[in-house]
């Protein structure tokens, strides 16, 4: 139980852990690709996959996964996108600034998306999300107040002080890694049942 405990503890803190620290530090462009890589796919797969794949007593086609290893995987999964949220939060809070912006561009074709500029012509990057300020009643030309990362790394806001996902996250967490752990000692057990026959 102990190893299975220390292995989902290992892939739902690398999963959120990676996908948070991204905006935070902030990683280069090909290291912040690689750490969202792994905390969004492979930990969480890796969660599910190694207790199956430890089944070496059972032949391949009599394989099966207990139902709990799909929590950590899901778990996982979100904790990457969420984290990677609340880790953009965090670096607007750290080392955001507070500037007048000009819409210089707005796709609505799905969820809105406004591409800014300050006044003085820099461009913000990434772009204004929907649920950050690009309303539907935001069009071309208009001017907003937003909190921007110069880094060009965090979503601008124009509300930094929007919900905390903390107790979110901390419930994926708890879930993954019980859930997983869970999972991982049913495995074990019919691995050994099997080989006893």
Same mark, same amino acid.
Request: aromatic fraction near 8%; include cysteine.
């Given at each position: 139980?102990?190893?299975? *405990? ?8 690398? &999963? ?15 290291? $912040? ?22 089944? /070496?007593?059972?032949? /391949? /086609? ?5 139902? +709990? ?12 996108? *969420? %984290? ?10 750290? /080392? ?23 006044? !003085? ?7 204004? &999300?929907?649920?950050?300020?690009? !309303? !539907? ?5 208009? $001017?907003?107040?937003?909190?921007? !990362? ?6 601008? @806001?124009?509300?930094?002080? $929007? %919900?905390?996902?903390? @107790? ?11 859930? %997983?752990?869970?999972?991982?000692? $049913? +495995? ?7 080989? %006893?026959?």
């Amino acid at each position: 139980m102990v190893r299975w *405990f220390l292995f989902n503890l290992m892939c739902a803190g690398g &999963s959120l852990g990676l996908s948070w620290v991204g905006p935070v530090v902030p990683l280069p462009g090909s290291v $912040r690709g690689a750490a969202l890589l792994l905390a969004f796919l492979v930990l969480p797969l890796a969660s599910l996959l190694v207790p199956v794949l430890l089944l /070496r007593r059972v032949p /391949r /086609r009599k394989r099966k996964v207990a139902w +709990q290893l799909i929590v950590p995987l899901t778990a996982g999964v979100a904790m990457g996108v *969420f %984290g990677n949220a609340a880790g953009g939060k965090v670096a607007l809070a750290d /080392r955001g600034a507070w500037d007048e912006a000009v819409v210089v561009h707005m796709d609505d074709s799905g969820t809105n998306h406004c591409d800014l500029r300050t006044v !003085d012509g820099s461009e913000i990057s990434p772009s204004l &999300s929907e649920g950050n300020g690009c !309303d !539907d009643w935001v069009g071309k030309g208009d $001017r907003l107040r937003v909190r921007y !990362d110069p880094e060009g790394i965090a979503s601008p @806001t124009d509300d930094p002080d $929007r %919900g905390s996902d903390s @107790t979110f996250l901390g419930i994926l967490f708890v879930m993954a890694v019980g859930m %997983g752990t869970w999972g991982g000692v $049913r +495995q074990s057990k019919w691995n050994r049942a099997y080989g %006893g026959r």
